[in-house]
Structure formats: structure tokens, C-alpha cells
T-cell receptor, first 112, second 113 residues
Framework: NAGVTQTPKFQVLKTGQSMTLQCAQD?????MYWYRQDPGMGLRLIYY???????DKGEVPNGYNVSRLNKREFSLRLESAAPSQTSVYFC???????????FGQGTRLTVV | GEDVEQSLFLSVREGDSSVINCTYT??????LYWYKQEPGAGLQLLTY?????DMKQDQRLTVLLNKKDKHLSLRIADTQTGDSAIYFC?????????????FGTGTRLKVLA
């Protein structure tokens, strides 16, 4: 069982470049989430998707866009990367009636 | 408002009990969780408690919930060096059928041999 798979695991971008972080889950979960993790700030919610075709902003959506391509996949796009977006990004998924959210292994992004 | 607070660091000796505390602000939370993150890894669910419970015990882990004070704690009995990690509490808010997680800042637990 793959669970939640994120790609890439590491990425270095120059300021102004764009990229898409990919996330896929094979557990047939309805809800998917993107978080960023910064030292001393815990996990902050960027965007989430309650079901295929819907997306909602979280705490820190500025500078990001998302696409819920289908039930399995939820991508996060940085259109014009900034050094402030240097962080570790986690994708998670959850079936609505169950308690546990499952997390990917994270993508460490550095913007120089 | 939505805010979850934890102290940043905790250091204990091996064999002692660890108590990690968390306060949250949204009383409509349906579930409250404790996640563990080891270095370089994602988050793994340790345990969770439904908001109508006061206590939940799971082997070495005890979760206490004081809903009146919006206070959640995680007690780890007989703490081992393998318990060294960052521990996050999180609340799950049911916003019109959409489940949104809010995480705390994380508590870094260091277990001294």
C-alpha cells in the first residue's frame, strides 16, 4: 500500500521560477490537504479539498494555487517562487468519516 | 478563532513520564489528535480523542481532555529514547461537512539516557 505519495522529495528553485508539487493517494479518500511546515510554527494549512472538484483556502494560501485533478490527485503550484516559500510541504488525505489523516513524506523546497 | 498552542521544547530522563500540553480555541472541534514526527519524516497519528470524552488510554499513552478549559494533554509513561520526536496536537473542525485540521506549533521532546 503506497498511502500518500509526494513528488519530488527535494527541490531547489530560483526566485521567480514556477513549479508544481504532486500528491497522490490510493486510499479512496475524499479530503486532501496541503500544509507547509516551518520551524517553530508547526503545520499551517495552505489549501484543502473536501472532495473532487472543490478546493478551499486555508491559513496561508497567498502565492499558491491548487488543482484537485481527480479523487486521487491534489497538486500545489507555485507560480512565481519567493524565498519566503522555502519550507517543507506536506500533503495529507482523510476519509471524512474516519479520524486519521495520512501524510506523505514531505517535499523540502528551497527558493534561492 | 482557530489557534492551537503548545510549548516548543520538553526534556525528560529515560524512564520518566512526559507530559505534553496543548490549548486550543475552537470549542466546535469534533476530534483532537496527537501526531508524532521523527526527523526527516512525515507525521504519524499516535492517538486521538473524540470531543465528548475526558480521557483515553492506549498502552503507554494517556490523553486527557478538559473541554471547559480547551486543554489537551498527552502523557507518555516510561519514556524511551525512541520517543524523542516532535509531537503535534491538532483539532479537526467540521465546517459544514468539510473537515479542516488545525495543527499546533509542535513540542520537541528530547529524552536523555
Amino acid at each position: 500500500n503506497a498511502g500518500v505519495t509526494q513528488t519530488p522529495k527535494f527541490q531547489v528553485l530560483k526566485t521567480g521560477q514556477s513549479m508544481t508539487l504532486q500528491c497522490a493517494q490510493d486510499m479512496n479518500h475524499n479530503s486532501m490537504y496541503w500544509y507547509r511546515q516551518d520551524p517553530g510554527m508547526g503545520l499551517r494549512l495552505i489549501y484543502y479539498s473536501a472532495s473532487e472538484g472543490t478546493t478551499d483556502k486555508g491559513e496561508v494560501p497567498n502565492g499558491y494555487n491548487v488543482s484537485r485533478l481527480n479523487k486521487r490527485e491534489f497538486s500545489l503550484r507555485l507560480e512565481s517562487a519567493a524565498p519566503s516559500q522555502t519550507s517543507v510541504y506536506f500533503c495529507a488525505s482523510k476519509r471524512q468519516i474516519e479520524a486519521e489523516a495520512f501524510f506523505g513524506q514531505g517535499t523540502r523546497l528551497t527558493v534561492v | 478563532g482557530e489557534d492551537v498552542e503548545q510549548s516548543l521544547f520538553l526534556s525528560v530522563r529515560e524512564g520518566d513520564s512526559s507530559v505534553i500540553n496543548c490549548t486550543y480555541t475552537d470549542s466546535s472541534s469534533t476530534y483532537l489528535y496527537w501526531y508524532k514526527q521523527e526527523p526527516g519524516a512525515g507525521l504519524q497519528l499516535l492517538t486521538y480523542i473524540f470531543s465528548n470524552m475526558d480521557m483515553k488510554q492506549d498502552q503507554r499513552l494517556t490523553v486527557l481532555l478538559n473541554k471547559k478549559d480547551k486543554h489537551l494533554s498527552l502523557r507518555i509513561a516510561d519514556t524511551q529514547t525512541g520517543d524523542s520526536a516532535i509531537y503535534f496536537c491538532a483539532e479537526c473542525l467540521d465546517t459544514s461537512g468539510t473537515y479542516k485540521y488545525i495543527f499546533g506549533t509542535g513540542t520537541r521532546l528530547k529524552v536523555l539516557a
